[in-house]
Every structure is written in structure tokens, then in C-alpha cells.
């Protein structure tokens, strides 16, 4: 079982406590770091951005989002070479139990299982003073299960990551 937690350099300090956390609860959990710089995804993550003031832009769609993982984590499936589960979690997660109770939840039937919920933020700024965006579904890719060998995960290919609207 191997989870992924999105890095962001701006939010370092987060991402080594959800690493602590988890790894607290989850001793010899197998950790990736999804982080832009990284070799695992070196050469395959290609997908353009603009930094403005802390605010990111895809170059594709001209779209704003908030932080360098906000795509990348649609690769897990690819960098665990379309097999088993694993899991992704956005940096600012505090883990306060076993993760494997995450993994116990694993239903063979699903490409991807998280948690649906309406989320519609209030505030028009979040982090680093960047626009909040509404859209549906918000957040619920915050934390995926990912059926990594399933047929539907083998079309999310580092091409189609990378030039998908």
C-alpha cells in the first residue's frame, strides 16, 4: 500500500506534518512525495503553468488553481504502473488513525472512491490570498483510493493528464 501526498514548496511545513501524521499511524507506510521536482514524475508530468503572485494558472485552459499537485495527482494510477491500490492526499490532511482503514475500504467494483460532499466555500480569498473557485465536486479529490489497475484508471495516461481541459 503506498500513499501519495501532494507537495506544494509554499506549503512545506504542512506537508511534513501529514507525513508525520500519517506515519505515526501507519508505521512503514510506504509515502511518495507528488511534488513537481521529483524523479517520480520527472519527464512525465509536462502540464504548463503561470505563477502570479502566488496564484497559478493553467496555460491550457487559462483556469486558476491553487497549488502545483492540483493536477499531478491525477498520475498516481501511472506511477504505480497500473496495479494494486493506492491512495493520494492533498498535504494539509492530519492523519489521527490507521490509514489502513482507508485501504480497508477498497471495493474492487470502483476505478476511484472518495468522499462525496457539498462543499461551497464562503470566502472569495484562501491561501496565500489566492481567488477561491466554486465548481462542483469541489474537493472531493482531496483524498482518492485509487483502484490503480482498473481498466477505467489505464485512459489516465501522463498525455491526457497533461493536455486534458
Excluded at 502566488?54 to 499531478?72: A, I, K, R
Excluded at 493506492?86 to 490509514?99: H, I, K, M, V
Amino acid at each position: 500500500m503506498k500513499l501519495w501526498i501532494g507537495y506544494d514548496p509554499r506549503e512545506d511545513i504542512a506537508w511534513r506534518v501529514c507525513k508525520a501524521s500519517l506515519e505515526r499511524h501507519f508505521p512503514g507506510v510506504r509515502i511518495g512525495r507528488l511534488a513537481l521536482g521529483n524523479p517520480d514524475i520527472a519527464g512525465v508530468y509536462s502540464r504548463k503553468l503561470i505563477r502570479d503572485h502566488g496564484q497559478l494558472t493553467d496555460v491550457l485552459t487559462g483556469q486558476p488553481f491553487s497549488t502545483e499537485f492540483s493536477f499531478s495527482r491525477f498520475l498516481v494510477p501511472h506511477l504505480e504502473g497500473y496495479k494494486g491500490w493506492a491512495a493520494y492526499c492533498d498535504c494539509d490532511f492530519l492523519w489521527r488513525g490507521d490509514a489502513r482503514d482507508l485501504f480497508d475500504l477498497a471495493d474492487e467494483r470502483f476505478a476511484v472512491m472518495v468522499v462525496p460532499h457539498n462543499h461551497c466555500p464562503e470566502e472569495v480569498r484562501k491561501m496565500d490570498g489566492v481567488r477561491q473557485t466554486k465548481y462542483f465536486r469541489k474537493n472531493w479529490s482531496s483524498l482518492i483510493l485509487w483502484n490503480c489497475g482498473h481498466e477505467k484508471n489505464k485512459a489516465l495516461t501522463p498525455a491526457r493528464v497533461n493536455n486534458m481541459p
